[in-house]
């Protein structure tokens, strides 16, 4: 004997299937060719929309770089890209006051091609290995272009001292007042130039 339920679900499924063979949808054994009147217009226009392309987007970080100024050493922002490399940094020192700088009247005490050959950090002490360019500069000049090194390099996180060497040989360079020293140099080694 059939249970009620199973009675009306067999009718269901009965009506359903008469109705989707009554739909007249013909199925194709194979796909087949339709004519060219019997497509939408819209379906025929080659299609003109382009695949999106990647965008390289250059990531820039602002840094700070210290110009000798009027009152001393200065600092300025400069935009190198991100993340910030100590070795960029020093590039963007290197590279001078800009165009606006200059007419304020900032200035490098650095020599004119010095670049940078190397950058090391070792607990804390960042060592600048430069071109024999920087070696030329004496007198106030060259305090001022070591403590722009040293406040510039010393504004990177984890770095608190700075030991500089000129084509691979250590250095002895002057502190603020002017002493000599091949020890690491801070911030407060350069207080009398530093911004108040």
Known sequence: MTAPGARAAGTVVLALT???????????????????????????????????????????????????????????KRLVEAPPSLLRVIEALLAGPNADEAAAGMRSAIASGTRVHSVRTQSGVATVDLSAEFGSIVGLDQILAVGQLVLTTTEALGVVGVKLSLDGRALEVPRGDGTLTSEPLRPSDFAVFAPS
């Open 18 to 76: 008469v109705a989707a063979a009554a739909c007249g949808v013909p199925g194709d054994a194979q796909p087949r060719a339709l004519p060219t009147d019997d497509v939408p217009f819209e379906l025929l226009a080659p299609d003109t929309t382009e695949a999106p392309t990647s965008v390289l987007v250059a990531v820039s970080a602002e840094v700070p770089i210290y110009l000798v100024g009027a009152e001393g050493l200065v600092a300025v």
